[in-house]
């Protein structure tokens, strides 16, 4: 039984022949599997990583370790949606290491914290190549993922109390 | 002005909707080459073009392709749209507005160097610009641009994305690979290099998306009409990426050999705030600093004069700092990313930029005497040359030219504890 291979068999098989049909090639389908997976929990649970193995014909451990290594997939559950500010160089001289301090600060939280409603998570992240429209966000929620650019305070706020909404 | 080349969506609305892309010279490079060109003429084209890698290496594109091993098959085609150097934002711009006329160049490759399969390699963040590309792909194979049997012809070519998720490591060519076999995004030892073993083992071709997107017209227009834009030796438009202290910021796409104060103080509109220019960092968190003066500001931004200013174009994200900015403070964000992204596969890089990381925090803080700038200056020379990978040898560019050329910052920031 293989719930990720019963669910979206559809989806399984197209990711599945991106890649060449031997060993190798299904190895290939583990990233994608995983964001499949996740777009279902929100994280990556410990039976999408057995099934994810089982269909990728490696172990149980293999997988684990993508997990790890890659910022974007998360083995545990945590706010439903991830605010995540880019505060690398060229958007902090852009002033955005003192927008995403006012932001918190306005949701009563400390960056990398979630708000009491366990909505949203206010995070500062690496380079997300918006250098040029800062200071900017991305959102990472169940439905995807989604860039604001060119933001205040007032306005991510907006962004934000959306989110908290539904 | 010159006519855009790269960014041509900014003067054709719609150029993202395959009709509009068709009416606009769209996939005539690529039925020609298809219809009438051997795959070796198409190399030898882009070889004569003089276009060079623009992911940063600036490595000559046709030559790479003609490395290509005869003798391994299948071959492989991918793109490199991880894009993930701080300030450098022009690859998405190029997917989001301009996508068939890459799509077109990465099919006019995979013909050069007879691959059947091509791969797309987005950063994760990157999500939307993938459903994007997948329904580009979709429309070409519909219009008989992709797929089999291509033009009545035996030649078929597959595209397929596929997306990182969240590594900037996973920019550097073979640790892409490693990634796209599902394995942890680390570099390879090499050589061999990817056109003898690339990925699945198989002779693979990796090129950057701008790379790629300058094909079509290379094929169009022909390698001599190519080489009058730009420098001799760096010929062809770039699109440069400009953020930072800058009145402007945005992708401009200018001919190779313009001038760092052209670029800056015409299409930038200079320094905000009444601020002058003190750095420029040139190939974005992975640079030098260059020390802005007028010798700096007159120079030719290209493959070759700029290195004369002991630092590199690399992908041309021109980051401008302004005198308000403490270079202390400045490097101290350039190894907290390192330190974030280093891979950990090799000790110098995983060690070098943890205890630079921890150093410059002191430093930045006021904590440190110049004795600490020093050993700072020592642990950064001790990784150079000695790294697995670009990352780590560009996570000191920034430190050591930092130090050398800007005393003056380190002197002030460490006044107090010297004394």
Known sequence: ?166 | MVEHILLRHRAIPGLDQIDTYRQNEGFLALRKVITSMDPDDVTNEVKASGLRGRGGAGFPTGMKWSFIDGHNWPHYVIANADESEPGTFKDREIMEGNPYQFLEGVTICAYAVKATDAYIYLRGEFWPIALKLDQCIAEMEAAGFLGEKLFGSNISIHLHTHLGAGAYICGEESALLDSIEGKLGQPRLRPPFPPAVGIYGKPTIVNNVETLTNVPFIINRGAAWYKGIGTEKSPGPKIFSLSGCINRPGNYELPLGTTFRELIMDHGRGIPGGHKIKAIMAAGASSSLIVANDEALNTPMDYESVPQLGAQLGSASIIVVDDSVNIPWLINKTVHFFTHESCGKCTPCREGTYWMMHLTERINHGKATMKDVELLHDVASQMKGKCLCALGEFSIEAVLSGIERFPADFESVTAKSNA
């Open chain 1, 1 to 166: 039984m293989n719930g990720l291979l019963e669910k979206y068999p559809d989806e399984v098989q197209a990711i599945l022949a991106k890649y060449p049909s031997d060993q190798a090639g299904k190895r290939s389908a583990v990233m994608p599997l995983m964001y499949l997976a996740q777009r279902q929990d929100g994280y990556v649970t410990k039976d999408a990583i057995g099934q994810i193995a089982e269909i990728c014909e490696i172990t149980v451990t293999e997988v684990a370790s993508i997990i790890g290594f890659y910022s974007l997939y998360y083995d545990e559950p945590s706010g439903k949606y991830h605010v995540q500010v880019c505060t690398d160089l060229p958007c902090a001289l852009r002033g955005a290491e003192q927008f995403l301090e006012n932001l918190c600060q306005n949701l009563g939280i400390k960056v990398g914290e979630t708000t009491a409603d366990g909505m949203v998570k206010v995070e500062a992240v690496m380079c997300l190549a918006g250098c040029d429209k800062a200071p900017m966000f991305q959102v990472q929620s169940p439905e995807g993922l989604e860039y604001h650019e060119n933001q205040t305070v007032e306005s991510a706020l907006e962004v934000i109390n959306k989110l908290r909404q539904g």
